[in-house]
């Protein structure tokens, strides 16, 4: 379908781009940028006047919850709140059930989410068999399949040569290790170790359990020259490690979650489960340093973390809670929060939810890699129209993702958000579209 989006303000973090511009698109790809062609037919008009178009987000962190774990949420309504929230690419981490260790696993899910064509998907595939830790799985034939990388997921591996043997693995064949960095030992508890932790009886988990992982990885990096990208970092002293690791020069790159960079321990209160998350809300102190090194590129993308809990899962006292939140709907606001309240800007949020995460991904992207999370002519047409000067409130029961529980709505409220999301292409297809005011 040939579309014209008119009177739009294109902002583009990858070229700079930020000037009054139509676009016209056609077979799924941008074919102006500017000025249209009087003898470019569009079929269909989208008026992006007061709006901004952006290239669509691009989200790292994103669980599914297929198969296995259906009750909690459908790829359907999954890729529905991605749309909604101007998400056009995730990655899905490999911890459903059964794992994604088979290649039959990753085709089913992919055929599935091109048949709905709401959003790109890009599985992350098990770097262990069954996320055991224990024997590796088939790199290569997970790759055929569709895998733009490998990753435990939140299963640490314990057996510090299995994880060397893996990356030995990637670094021959060029894959990419995913890894999150918590030992798995440290790792036990519920909440950061701390004085609100203390305070509150809840079993702690050290900032060591951040460091000493991070420790192990880097020097096995060295050893391997394997490409890692280190996912939701939570700490002042991980950040620290990370800066050193990047200056080195070691092929390293890391994100955070929307909630590290907004929330603290303080915001657990009460108990209240909402904040039960992994990895768990640290200092003020922390989510500050979070919040400097995502500005300076330290920290390269923001991601949603997004994951649907259901009501009987969260609504338990705090320690026994499934850790989770939904974010995939929050993901655009809460980086423009970011943005407006860090003093980043609106360009460099934009960045750390398009080319940045673009870049982190790199060849695995395969094609799509040189136009993916930016605006080009002749490149890829997913796009974001986002009303800036729209805030909203955070409500559970007006979001399309089947788990609502996230800790940016209140008990009477919700935080309220810059950026309204007015439609989302993908490909060229309008993959969500506002309804009319």
């Known amino acids: 379908m040939n579309i014209v989006i008119t009177g739009g303000h294109v902002v583009d973090p990858a070229s700079g781009r930020d000037e009054l511009a139509d676009i016209a698109i056609a077979s799924g790809r941008i074919v102006a940028i500017g000025s249209v062609s009087p003898e470019f037919v569009a079929e269909r008009r989208i008026d992006a006047t007061g709006c901004i178009v952006a290239p669509g987000l691009v989200d790292l962190a994103a669980r599914l919850r297929e198969p296995g774990h259906e009750h909690e949420g459908l790829l359907e309504s999954e890729l529905a709140a991605a749309a909604a929230g101007g998400v056009t690419s995730l990655v899905c981490p ?15 899910l992919k055929f599935r989410a091109r048949k709905l064509s709401r959003c790109r998907l890009f599985p992350l595939g098990a770097l262990t068999r069954g996320l055991a830790g224990e024997a590796l799985t088939e790199m290569a034939e997970l790759t055929e399949a569709g895998c733009i990388g490998f990753s435990q997921a939140e299963a640490p591996i314990a057996d510090t040569l299995v994880l060397l043997r893996a990356l030995q693995y990637a670094a021959t064949f060029g894959y990419t290790v995913w890894l999150r960095p918590q030992d798995r030992w440290l790792g036990k508890g519920v909440a950061a170790s701390g004085p609100i932790a203390t305070r509150l009886g809840l079993s702690g988990v050290p900032v060591a359990a951040e460091t000493v992982a991070l420790a192990t990885i880097f020097e096995l990096v060295r050893a391997t020259g394997a490409r890692v990208h280190l996912c939701r970092l939570s700490s002042a002293a991980g950040v620290g490690l990370l800066r050193q690791a990047k200056a080195e020069g070691l092929p390293v790159t890391g994100d955070v979650s929307i909630n590290s960079l907004h929330l603290c321990d303080v915001d657990i209160g009460f108990f209240n489960p909402a904040m039960r998350l992994v990895p768990p809300l640290r200092s003020g102190r922390d989510r500050d340093a979070l919040s400097a090194a995502l500005a300076d590129g330290t920290l390269d ?20 809670a499934t850790p989770g939140a939904t974010g995939l709907e929050l993901l655009l606001g809460l980086a423009l929060a970011w943005g407006e309240r860090s003093g980043a800007g609106r360009l460099r949020a934009l960045e750390v939810v398009t080319r940045a995460p673009v870049q982190v991904l790199g060849s695995a992207l395969g094609s799509l890699a040189e136009s993916a999370g930016r605006l080009v002519e002749g490149g890829v047409a997913d796009l974001c129209v986002f009303d800036p000067a729209e805030r909203w409130a955070v409500m559970p029961a007006a979001l399309k993702s089947q788990g609502t529980h996230t800790p940016f709505a209140f008990e009477h409220s919700g935080m309220e958000l810059p950026g309204r999301v007015r439609a989302t292409l993908v490909a060229g297809t309008v993959a969500y579209e506002a309804p009319a005011a």
């Open 301 to 320: 993308a923001l991601v949603s973390d997004h994951m649907p809990v259901g009501d009987d899962e969260k609504t338990l006292p705090f320690a026994e």
């Open 94 to 108: 490999p911890d459903t059930d059964p794992a994604l260790d088979e290649p039959g696993l990753v085709e089913m």
